[in-house]
């Protein structure tokens, strides 16, 4: 049965599910996001004093999770990083960073609004713009020219005004902004389709800057699905994919699935061959709400919650192997720098 046919109990029952959940996150992700950045918005000028950097270099920055610091971004050595970590005034409540350009997501001074703020290598401020929405996700490409965030919305007259999910995408270089996808040409299984329930998330770059893979969710589905840039169209690759993250080789993604079709069962990691399609379950069993980070080639890093508004970041083998290690103590939204 075509997705654009699958309207029966099924389909309205696994999409009742899809937004129950993203509700749930939702207001998990405001409560963590009040309490990680509860100070506001750091001035410019501070920021530009602050010792960290985003060069690429032997480095991982993730945002700190501790009550001392929390909301801060943190650096650490690749190579040890149980080191002590470099904090920056600077504070977020998502974040992620590439060849020398990083994005922050955060609270708007005192405001209950948010921001995106594109940093540069020294975390000077290079554009911000307001967000609709609470931030949920954050990604740079690889070059540094695109940066993309996820935020949930409210008010979309389908879904009852539940919580749905709405990607943003800028050109740093052209400034162009593309403030959602929901305007682009879809296609589902290779025909055109059309429908009011889109929703999207967790974008990842190519290394071109021309492609994107994200998530789409549309009656009762979700897809993998490959964005072009230039045209501006969305195809479907693959479903039962959440929140993909590209390998630096391009030809794997990390991604997370909900088990048994159910989110509320949680998820599990895996990672998809993007020629054959197979899919590679990681040793990492736990639920894992997270858009995971590749540190290197062979190495998935992510989040695992740990306690109200704490978590650590872990890392486990690409292949299925091994078994899930501690990274990076009292933090998340982890990325490597070089």
């Known amino acids: ?40 918005r750091t001035a410019t000028a501070r920021l530009a004093g602050a010792a960290l950097s985003l060069a690429p270099g032997p480095r991982l920055v993730a945002l700190s999770t501790d009550r001392s610091s929390r909301g801060h ?46 940093l540069d290598a020294g975390l000077a401020q290079r554009r911000a713009i307001p967000l609709v929405g609470v931030p949920n996700r954050a990604r740079v490409s690889p070059s540094g020219r695109w940066v993309a965030w996820t935020v949930f919305v409210t008010g979309d007259s389908y879904n009852g005004g539940r919580f749905s999910t709405r990607v943003g995408l800028l050109d740093t270089h052209t400034q162009e902004l593309v403030p959602t996808l ?7 299984g290779g025909r055109p389709y059309k429908a009011a329930d889109l929703n999207f998330w967790g974008v990842t770059f190519t290394t071109d800057d021309q492609r994107f893979y994200a998530t789409m969710s549309t009656a009762g589905h979700r897809y993998l699905v490959e964005g072009d840039l230039i045209a ?54 736990r639920s894992v709400d997270d858009q995971a980070a590749w540190i290197d080639g062979n190495t998935v890093a992510y989040a695992i919650p740990r306690g109200r508004g704490e978590a650590d970041v872990w890392q486990v083998p690409a292949d299925g192997s091994g078994r899930p290690r501690p990274l990076i103590g009292g933090a998340d939204s982890p990325a490597a720098l070089g």
């Open 1 to 40: 049965m075509s997705a654009a046919t699958s309207a029966g109990k099924g389909g309205r029952l696994r999409l009742a599910l899809a937004f129950a959940c993203a509700a749930v996150l939702a207001v998990v992700a405001l409560l963590s996001i009040a309490s990680a950045t509860g100070g506001g």
């Open 73 to 118: 971004l943190v650096s650490v050595p690749s190579r040890d990083p149980g080191a002590r970590r470099q904090v920056s005034p600077l504070t977020c409540a998502r974040f992620h960073a590439a060849a020398g350009t990083g994005l922050c997501l955060r609270l708007d001074g005192d405001l209950t609004t948010y921001q995106l703020v594109v």
């Open 182 to 188: 929901e305007d682009w040409a879809v296609t589902v």
């Open 232 to 285: 501006k169209t969305l195809r479907t690759l693959h479903e039962n994919v959440e929140c993909p993250s590209l390998s630096p080789d391009g030809t794997r993604l990390a991604f997370k699935s909900a088990v048994d079709g159910d989110p509320r069962r949680g998820w599990r990691l895996s990672v998809l061959d993007l020629a054959t399609m197979r899919e590679t379950r990681l040793a990492e069993t």
